[in-house]
Every structure is written in C-alpha cells, then in structure tokens.
C-alpha cells in the first residue's frame, strides 16, 4: 500500500510540474527549423556575450532539471528564437516561479502595465482617474 501511495504522490508532483518555457523554446526551435546545433550557436546575449550552451538547451527540451535562466540567458534565447523578451520573460516565470501573466490581457494591456511600474506614484493615480472617466469601474 506505501507502494501505491508513493506513486500518487509522484503522479501528482508530475502533474504540477510546468513546462511552459520548455514548450516555448521546443516550439520556435522546430518552427524555425533548426538543428539543437544551428539554435545554440544563434543563442548569444547581444548586451554581455553570455551563450547558452546546447546541453542546456537540450535539458531544458527534454524536461530534465536545468537551473532557471537569468535575464541575460532570456536575452541570448530571444536572440535565438526571434520572440519579443516579454513572452521569454512570462514563460520562464509560469515554468520556473509559477508566476502567471495576466489572463486575457492584448498584448498592448501588457505592456502598458510592464510600463505602468515605471510611473511616479502620483501620476499612477491620475492615470486611473482618467481609465475611470474613459471606462466606468465596475461595481
């Protein structure tokens, strides 16, 4: 019976497991049609040099444990995939810190809100007053 439990445990922790930016990578590689190869080799951060190396990348495909990538790792594999870093971004954090973007949200809603952070406080408020002139909040 300690069998059978085990295994429910372990099918559960497989169910929970994300895969998200795997996916993502797996995907554009075979869209572009490129060798694991021809993709590493393109996967070069162009602000520090940083690669990411093809066993990595083969690890990351394969849903073997990889250590989750930094931001210069998401520049050099958007380097390599032609995606915005945006999309790279969402995906590593769905897979690696279980982090969701934001449900329905147009990609232009998106970006209004990656920039919204970078607004003083004060002009936050404004800018809600205004939304909430323009689209009445919903009770």
């Given at each position: 019976?300690a069998?059978?439990?085990?295994?429910?445990?372990?099918?559960?922790?497989?169910?929970?497991r994300r895969?998200?930016?795997?996916?993502?990578i797996?995907?554009?590689r075979?869209?572009?049609?490129?060798s694991?190869?021809?993709f590493a080799?393109?996967?070069?951060?162009?602000?520090?040099?940083?690669?990411?190396?093809?066993?990595?990348?083969?690890r990351l495909?394969?849903?073997?444990?990889?250590?989750p990538?930094?931001?210069e790792?998401?520049?050099?594999?958007r380097?390599?995939?032609?995606l915005?870093?945006?999309r790279?971004?969402?995906a590593?954090?769905?897979?690696?810190h279980?982090?969701?973007?934001l449900?329905?949200?147009s990609?232009?809603?998106?970006?209004?809100?990656?920039?919204?952070?970078r607004?003083?406080?004060?002009?936050?408020?404004?800018?809600?007053r205004?939304?909430?002139?323009?689209v009445?909040?919903?009770?």
């Amino acid at each position: 019976m300690a069998a059978n439990d085990e295994q429910t445990r372990e099918h559960a922790r497989e169910s929970e497991r994300r895969t998200q930016f795997a996916d993502l990578i797996r995907q554009r590689r075979a869209e572009l049609n490129e060798s694991l190869d021809t993709f590493a080799k393109k996967a070069v951060d162009p602000i520090s040099g940083l690669r990411v190396k093809r066993g990595w990348i083969y690890r990351l495909e394969t849903g073997e444990t990889v250590t989750p990538p930094g931001v210069e790792e998401l520049r050099a594999l958007r380097a390599a995939c032609d995606l915005p870093l945006g999309r790279l971004q969402d995906a590593a954090g769905q897979q690696f810190h279980g982090v969701d973007p934001l449900e329905g949200a147009s990609a232009e809603a998106t970006a209004y809100v990656r920039k919204l952070d970078r607004v003083p406080a004060d002009q936050r408020e404004g800018l809600m007053r205004l939304i909430d002139t323009l689209v009445p909040p919903e009770e």
